[in-house]
């Protein structure tokens, strides 16, 4: 075993599937509580054995430091989007521990310095402004809707796109912008709001996951989002499927993502990015400095033998040298089998009749059903992917991609039949 430890920053999400991937290494793990993940619905309550940010420790950085140091922490995982500005802060702190470009952080968390950098260094953006307020917006804003253009509003810090929204009209753009700046951001505190402008059909909107080391980067995996737009505007996504990794697409994705992370100032440890592609090429809509949530790694393990959280907890064991460090790593990734998560999803106020994992369970190709709705409890339409989540999900496998279509299908229209509109 190590005499070196790890922390693990809000292990929520897909943060939940490091410590025993770690234990099984004979690593330290220390697992820490943020109130930011508990504010942003990440967690309901505290993480079993987790130390709290807070109540442990009086909400002092100083005083985590020291523990840190104390405790010979070599390395720190951001478990999950509430942890990435206390993990990247960590990471610069802490004695021969990996870190980042300590250049501008906040670019790595907060997106309206994420597109400025990546517009500094050359990588094409999608033209985005940022607002402090509705009284804020910009002409050329309103002047791109009278032309019938559509624009996008989201928080400059955010996740599981809660509160994007497709605007057409001034009043539906003043009210995005309101409903970000006049509340509480996701994780406490206030947040800006971005105006960005559309990605023009057709579009498809792809998720890229990698890991660094050292300054180079690895492709994990890269997936397709299918997802329709609710009538209030918002972004409803149905499921993430999968690609090989010779489908044509993921070549160029991979060497923009390759640029991103550059500009970014990415060194070290996983990375979720969402990137539009079409007639303008590949566009960063979002980043996350951490690995995928909703625990798609797992999912990516067993499709292809690895992902961001593996491959991070196999450099942590070659750093600490409680395993040698691979001399081979796979150039991309290979498929076993066609795979996607269906996120549950409905359009609008309905009350769960309970049941749905069992009947879904014995579906052809459902290999795991995660049913979060509680039985006789209303449920609002969903909004975001946060939303989903909180209903529930479902892993499908297939042979080919037909035969995954079909099984995704079917499963939406058996889940339907548990929700009650009232």
Same mark, same amino acid.
């Given at each position: 075993m190590s005499d070196n430890s790890v922390l693990i920053v809000d292990p929520v999400s897909s943060g939940k599937l490091y410590p025993p991937l770690l234990e099984q290494l004979g690593i330290n793990i220390i697992r820490l509580d943020t109130e930011q993940s508990l504010v942003s619905g990440f967690r309901n309550g505290p993480t079993a054995g987790a130390l709290d940010f807070e109540a442990d420790l009086g909400g002092s950085y100083q005083q985590l430091l020291q523990l840190c140091v104390e405790r010979s922490v070599k390395y720190v995982v951001a478990g999950s989007e509430p942890g990435v500005e206390l993990c990247d802060r960590l990471r610069a702190d802490l004695p021969d521990c990996p870190a980042n470009d300590p250049t501008l952080p906040m670019r790595r968390w907060d997106k309206q310095h994420m597109f400025e950098a990546l517009a500094a260094a050359g990588v094409p953006t999608l033209a985005t402004r940022a607002v402090a307020n509705r009284d804020e917006v910009p002409a050329e804003a309103f002047a791109e809707l009278s032309r019938g253009r559509k624009l996008v509003v989201k928080p400059a810090r955010g996740a599981a796109s809660v509160d994007v929204r497709l605007v057409e009209t001034p009043t539906q753009l003043t009210d995005a912008i309101s409903t970000? +700046?006049?509340?509480?951001? *996701?994780?406490?505190?206030?947040?800006?709001? *971005?105006?960005?402008?559309?990605?023009?059909?057709?579009?498809?909107?792809?998720?890229?996951? +990698?890991?660094?080391?050292?300054?180079?980067?690895?492709? *994990?995996?890269?997936?397709?989002?299918?997802?329709?737009?609710?009538?209030?505007?918002?972004?409803?996504?149905e499921r993430g499927r999968w690609l090989e990794h010779d489908d044509p697409i993921v070549g160029e994705l991979t060497d923009y993502a390759g640029s991103v992370l550059d500009a970014l100032g990415v060194r070290v440890g996983p990375a979720h990015m969402e990137i539009m592609s079409g007639p303008l090429g590949p566009r960063l809509i979002d980043f996350g400095a951490r690995a995928h949530g909703i625990g798609h790694p797992q999912h990516t393990y067993a499709l292809t033998g690895s992902s961001q959280v593996h491959r991070e907890c196999e450099h942590i064991a070659e750093l600490f040298g409680v395993r040698a460090p691979a001399t081979d790593r796979r150039a991309g990734y290979s498929l076993s089998r066609r795979g996607a998560l269906v996120l549950v999803s409905i359009d609008r106020q309905a009350r769960y009749l309970g049941g749905a994992e069992a009947d879904l369970i014995g579906l052809p190709g459902v290999v795991e059903v995660r049913m979060a709705a509680e039985q006789g409890r209303t449920y609002p339409a969903t909004k975001s992917m946060m939303d989903s989540v909180a209903l529930g999900l479902a892993f499908v496998v297939a042979d080919s991609a037909d035969e995954l279509d079909f099984r995704c299908t079917e499963v939406r229209k058996r889940v339907a039949d548990f929700f009650a509109p009232e």
């Open positions: 970000i +700046t006049d509340s509480s951001a *996701l994780f406490g505190g206030h947040s800006a709001a *971005l105006i960005q402008e559309m990605y023009p059909a057709p579009r498809v909107e792809f998720a890229v996951d +990698t890991f660094s080391a050292h300054g180079a980067h690895e492709l *994990l995996c890269v997936s397709v989002y299918d997802k329709w737009v609710s009538g209030s505007g918002d972004f409803v996504y």
